[in-house]
């Protein structure tokens, strides 16, 4: 079992960064595919990255490729979502989520087992 606490949220302007973090519990972080999901008000939960056990393999919403980055640290017991290029349209609660196994983790909310509390990204247009 691992546990998940993101951090690094905040309020940006559009154009701007933010880097999240997500430290994880546990001896066996590395035994976990990891993912960053994120929920606007009124909406579903929705995919946002993921990344395999050791960092080869990342995978991305079209919404984001190009301008998000996932890679996790492994000594450090800590997943990160680098931010750039934010859009007003990104606003939401961000959300680590963990799975254990590997290869890639799979898109969905129901994919993963584990959840953090999420951290509000807000961007001003």
């Known amino acids: 079992q691992v546990q998940v606490v993101e951090s690094g949220g905040g309020l940006v302007q559009a154009g701007g960064s933010l880097r999240l973090s997500c430290a994880a519990s546990?001896?066996?972080?590395?035994?976990?595919?990891m993912a960053w999901f994120r929920q606007a008000p009124g909406k579903e939960r929705e995919f946002v990255a993921t990344?395999?056990?050791?960092?080869?393999?990342?995978y991305y919403a079209d919404s984001v490729k190009g301008r998000y980055t996932i890679s996790r640290a492994n000594a450090k017991n800590t997943v990160y979502l680098q931010m750039n290029s934010l859009k007003p349209e990104d606003t939401a609660v961000y959300y680590c989520?963990?799975?254990?196994?590997?290869?890639?983790?799979?898109?969905?909310?129901?994919?993963?087992?584990?959840w953090g509390q999420g951290t509000q990204v807000t961007v001003s247009s």
């Open positions: 546990g001896r066996t972080f590395s035994s976990y595919t």
């Open positions: 989520a963990a799975r254990p196994g590997s290869g890639y983790g799979g898109d969905r909310p129901y994919d993963y087992d584990y």
């Open positions: 990344i395999t056990r050791s960092g080869e393999g990342t």
